[in-house]
């Protein structure tokens, strides 16, 4: 193991070393080293490291993948987002396996929407060659074409899926999202709400006349109430928890197939 400055350090050592650095500087109470994107290029350069990986890393360090706060009431969630960026440039044609990947994992056909901050237009873009993250193009394409926006189709499957997929500024993003607010209405509006205060109402009736008590019919219409509550909160959690695998599974593909095009490994 190397044990002064003159001996050389390998890739693993060289992090861990930075790493450790860095945790002495913070306990020292010495502030943070605020670095811009080109002077850690610059750096990384100084050791052998490609700025190509280090714009990747940047990329990726700064995706997003959650949901939101869970409520305890319901059991879980009322939404699900997975994002994350990668270096390069999609144009044209790589959109389309891509569309085809997502009406497949979800078994659904969705409809396309129109992306954001893309106006209409023309453009020049034509792949020549993807190289490692770094895409050069040009001839002529319509603007819209640097994105993909597709919405499943709520009446037919009942859910709420938007997928984006755009390329601006040399990044791609892939971004899943699914809204749980229908799930959570049908189960507790339909089967707590509708359900529920029909079987407390018929508890309550049949306590009052087996028992020719309040405190029991009571009783009986809160256990009722209280059951298919319970019923409706563990089938949102189920639910929501297969939903959930099944975006995250999509969001990997997705990213998989991006990083393809872009020749990425």
Request: proline content about 3%; some cysteine; glycine content about 10%.
């Amino acid at each position: 193991m190397p044990k002064d400055g003159s001996n050389s350090y390998g890739d693993e050592q060289l992090a861990a070393i930075l790493k450790r650095a860095a945790q002495l500087q913070q306990e020292a109470g010495e502030p943070d080293a605020q670095l811009d994107l080109a002077q850690i290029e610059q750096i990384a350069c100084e050791v052998g490291i490609d700025p190509l990986f280090v714009r990747q890393a940047a990329s990726e360090l700064s995706s997003q993948t959650g949901s939101s706060a869970s409520q305890p009431f319901l059991g879980g969630p009322t939404a699900c987002t997975l994002q994350q960026s990668v270096a390069g440039v999609l144009v044209g044609e790589d959109f389309e396996p891509l569309l085809e990947e997502i009406r497949h994992t979800l078994n659904d056909t969705g409809h396309l929407g129109s992306g954001a901050g893309h106006p209409p237009g023309w453009r020049f873009e034509f792949r020549f060659f993807n190289w490692g993250g770094m895409s050069f193009e040009s001839g002529r394409r319509r603007a819209a074409e640097r994105s993909l926006v597709w919405h499943s189709s709520i009446a037919l499957s009942g859910r709420d899926i938007c997928v984006r997929i755009y390329s601006q500024n040399g990044t791609t993003t892939v971004r899943v999202e699914e809204q749980f607010t229908s799930l959570a209405g049908s189960l507790y509006v339909g089967l707590a709400g509708g359900l529920g205060l029909g079987l407390a109402v018929l508890s309550f009736t049949f306590g009052i006349a087996f028992f020719d008590a309040l405190l029991p019919s009571l009783l009986l219409a809160a256990l009722s109430l209280g059951g298919c509550y319970l019923l409706a909160r563990t089938l949102y959690r189920s639910n929501v928890r297969r939903r959930r695998q099944q975006l995250q599974q999509l969001f990997g593909r997705l990213l998989q197939q991006v990083r393809q095009t872009l020749n990425i490994a």
